[in-house]
């Protein structure tokens, strides 16, 4: 069986990393126009470095969860027949021994030059203007897909939702395209684990609620008859 499983920040929270649009979500603090967009970037480089650069350092004081020890585990035991597409720009499901993810939205610990292209492995800040490592240019931007911009790889997120046997989606509003869409994408069937209801959650053929650290382990245990 072919799954697809497409994770939001959802997933993260109970690791200690801020949803987006939760009660205390980072868009309640922070105007997402002002701090995710090409445009804020130009307009003001160092309020965006600033945001990015406190989320890098959070992240290195979390742990994966039994949500994303979970999905590793399933990966062990399926191999190829697991790709998780994330939103999140964490490492949480690398951390937590997952190796078939996509970021669609790019990755934190990631810096893009857009002096040169190349990209690099970043745990620090960026807000000092550091050099590329590659072209010594001060050029290195956070390596996320901002609103407006083109998620990473698409194509074949789209081709791996339309083989899939089971799509499912965990730990996201179901309100920023095209990860929204994905439900409608996937052919067969289709599962949501997710603490509310979602934007989405209708078009799902079952939908489960509940903290993610719950339902997956659940889930996985369910899928390999461990139960
Ligand atoms: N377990 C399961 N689900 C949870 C938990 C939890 N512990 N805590 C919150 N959730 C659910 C919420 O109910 C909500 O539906 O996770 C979802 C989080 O939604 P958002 O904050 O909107 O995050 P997400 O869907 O990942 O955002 C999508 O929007 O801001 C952009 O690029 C950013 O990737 C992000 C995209």
């Known amino acids: 069986m072919k799954i697809v499983v497409l994770t939001g920040a959802g997933i993260s929270a ?10 205390d979500g980072l868009w309640e603090g922070h105007d997402p126009m002002r701090v995710a967009t090409p445009e804020a970037f130009a307009a003001e480089p160092d309020l965006v470095h ?9 992240l290195a004081r979390v742990e994966p969860n039994a949500a994303h020890r979970a999905l590793a585990r399933l990966e062990a035991s399926v191999g190829d027949d697991l790709l998780v597409v994330t939103q999140n720009v964490d ?18 610990r ?30 290195l931007r956070p390596d996320v897909v901002w609103f407006g911009e083109i998620p990473y790889g698409m194509d074949a997120v789209e081709e791996a939702l339309w083989e899939c046997d089971l799509f499912v989606a965990i730990g996201t509003s179901g309100q920023v395209y095209p990860a929204a869409a994905f439900v409608h994408w ?3 069937d289709t599962l949501e684990l997710n603490l509310d209801a979602s934007s989405t959650s209708s078009d799902f053929a079952q939908a489960r609620r509940g903290p993610a650290t719950e339902l997956v382990p659940a889930w996985v245990d369910e899928l390999l008859g461990s139960a």
Do not use: K, N
């Not at 109970?14 to 649009?21: N, V």
């Not at 600033?50 to 959070?58: E, G, I, K, T, V």
């Not at 292209?117 to 590329?132: A, K, M, Q, S, V």
């Open 110 to 139: 990631s810096a893009w030059c857009v002096a040169c292209g190349e990209r690099h492995d970043w745990e620090e800040t960026l807000g000092d203007r550091p050099p590329c490592p590659a072209c010594g240019s001060a050029s």
């Open 14 to 23: 109970e690791s200690g990393l801020a949803t987006f649009r939760d009660a």
């Open 50 to 58: 600033r945001f990015y650069d406190q989320r890098r350092a959070r």
């Open 186 to 188: 996937a052919r067969h």
């Open 91 to 108: 490492d949480l499901h690398e951390r937590a021994g997952s190796e078939r993810v996509h970021h669609m939205h790019g990755r934190l």
